[in-house]
């Protein structure tokens, strides 16, 4: 059974940054799908960012584009979210997820696509 675990997250003022990894477990490494999603209070959960693992592709949602990076760490099985500049509006709880395919044989933006979940792990970004 694949396993994925959250960590990093926490407290931080505007313009600050924090980093989120993603554990995954049980997974071969080779072509999946590792998004991040988040989830604002009385939200929807909305998709963050994608890569395909191995070939390291990248896609994310024009709301982050330019202050988040997500990254794989191969030799770890890791896939971390890079978030900089951040802003109040970024508070939410964020989510890893795996398909077991590439991100461009799947609509990597919506939830349905995923089958695996990380815990979720709190990011606040307040004054």
């Known amino acids: 059974q694949v396993q994925l675990v959250n960590s990093g997250g926490g407290s931080v003022q505007p313009g600050g940054s924090l980093r989120l990894s993603c554990a995954a477990s049980?997974?071969?490494?080779?072509?999946?799908?590792i998004g991040w999603f988040r989830q604002a209070p009385g939200k929807a959960r909305e998709w963050v960012a994608s890569?395909?693992?191995?070939?390291?592709?990248?896609s994310y949602d024009d709301s982050v584009a330019g202050r988040f990076t997500i990254s794989q760490d191969k030799s770890k099985e890791t896939v971390d979210l890079q978030m900089n500049s951040l802003k109040p509006e970024d508070t939410a709880t964020y989510y890893c997820?795996?398909?077991?395919?590439?991100?461009?044989?799947?609509?990597?933006?919506?939830?349905?696509?995923?089958?695996?979940w990380g815990q979720g792990t709190q990011v606040t970004v307040s004054e």
């Open positions: 890569i395909t693992t191995g070939g390291g592709q990248t």
């Open positions: 997820a795996l398909a077991p395919r590439s991100c461009w044989n799947i609509q990597a933006y919506a939830e349905a696509a995923y089958r695996y």
């Open positions: 049980r997974v071969s490494w080779g072509s999946n799908c």
